[in-house]
Every structure is written in structure tokens, then in C-alpha cells.
T-cell receptor, first 112, second 109 residues
């Protein structure tokens, strides 16, 4: 596609439910990142993929958070047993290694 | 641990009033400093990458400069459409980009 695509754009869920967020990268981009942005805050690194491998997952806040990438393309970020503090915009970015990143528009997650 | 600090947190300018945004950083081995622009409800949009002290890059009314400890984003004669949040990020060894909290710029006509 022309850009990084994230879905859904908005997700409202109840506390305790699981959610899955999807990222479709720009074709050919091998590096894929997930970031979290809380209201009025900067971007918080969550996890980095190179191909299907995740050499840096140091930013995942807890074991309720997991991510996978298949076929070196689509990635899903899963949050289990959501909590209110998980409410934020989740941003995906892709690129070639050591080059600039292209961001999607994000998924706004609201946990009630 | 990497530290990226941006100042000011917010800046209000009149149209045509030039100013600068600051990004100070502490990394053990800089492998790139990045400037992004973010509009409300959208993901960050790439502006510049700087790699070594003394390097400068320009795009329209924006000019980015880099020293060993900080970067400046100079805005010359800004227009209302330059209003956005400007984010600075650094990459050291490895591939993680560490972002600052951003500067919210408002330009009034």
C-alpha cells in the first residue's frame, strides 16, 4: 500500500477484555515498531521487529502485552485483560533498517 | 539510558515571528537524530535526519541543526499551517528510536 495502515482506527473496550491491534506496513519495509502515545505525552517505545524476529521488546509494559509479525509483513499487538491505564493511541511505524520511519495514523484505544 | 529533552513544551508565535525549538540529548553513540511533525489525530510525519555535529538541513521555512549535545529546529517567518507538535528522536546503537515529549507550536495570524 501507499502508507502504513492501522486498524481499527478506534477501539472502545471494557476493562478485562482482550484487544488486537493490526498494522500493515509499507511493502518491502523490514523494520516495524510499535509505540504508545498517551494524551499530551511523547511516544513510548514498545517493541521492534526486524523481519519476523523481535530483537528488542524491552518496552512492553507487562506480560499482558504481546506482539507478533508474520511473513515479514503484518503485525498484531495484543493486550490481554485490558486496564484503564492501557488507554492511549497505539502507533505503528515501519522502515528499512537504520533509516527514517513512516508512521500510521494509530489506533485510539479507550478502556472503560 | 537515553535522554531526550525538548523545550519549550509549548510555543505561541505570531505569523512571521521566527523562533527556535530545542532538543537536547544524551546518548553513548548517536546514530541519527530525527525531527518529526505531528498533527492532531495523525501519526508523526518525517521532517529531517541529522547524523553528525555541524550538519544542517532545510525544508521550506524549517532548518534543523545539530551539535554534539543538542539540535535546533529553526522556524523562519512561520505561517498558521506550521502549527503542530514537533517531535525529536534519537537512535543510538541498536534500532530503537527514543522520542522526546515534543513542542506544541501555535502560530497565530
Amino acid at each position: 500500500g501507499a502508507g502504513v495502515s492501522q486498524s481499527p482506527s478506534n477501539k472502545v473496550t471494557e476493562k478485562g477484555k482482550d484487544v488486537e491491534l493490526r498494522c500493515d506496513p509499507i511493502s518491502g519495509h523490514t523494520a516495524l515498531y510499535w509505540y504508545r502515545q498517551s494524551l499530551g505525552q511523547g511516544l513510548e517505545f514498545l517493541i521492534y521487529f526486524q523481519g519476523n524476529s523481535a530483537p528488542d521488546k524491552s518496552g512492553l509494559p507487562s506480560d499482558r502485552f504481546s506482539a507478533e509479525r508474520t511473513g515479514g509483513s503484518v503485525s498484531t499487538l495484543t493486550i490481554q485483560r485490558t486496564q484503564q491505564e492501557d488507554s492511549a493511541v497505539y502507533l505503528c511505524a515501519t522502515g528499512m533498517p537504520n533509516e527514517k520511519l513512516f508512521f500510521g495514523s494509530g489506533t485510539q484505544l479507550s478502556v472503560l | 539510558e537515553d535522554q531526550v529533552t525538548q523545550s519549550p513544551e509549548a510555543l505561541r508565535l505570531q505569523e512571521g515571528e521566527s523562533s527556535s525549538l530545542n532538543c537536547s540529548y544524551t546518548v553513548s553513540g548517536l546514530r541519527g537524530l530525527f525531527w518529526y511533525r505531528q498533527d492532531p489525530g495523525k501519526g508523526p510525519e518525517f521532517l529531517f535526519t541529522l547524523y553528525s555535529a555541524g550538519e544542517e538541513k532545510e525544508k521550506e521555512r524549517l532548518k534543523a541543526t545539530l551539535t554534539k549535545k543538542e539540535s535546533f529546529l529553526h522556524i523562519t517567518a512561520p505561517k498558521p499551517e506550521d502549527s503542530a507538535t514537533y517531535l525529536c528522536a534519537v537512535r543510538e546503537y541498536g534500532n530503537k528510536l527514543v522520542f522526546g515529549a515534543g513542542t506544541i507550536l501555535r502560530v497565530k495570524s
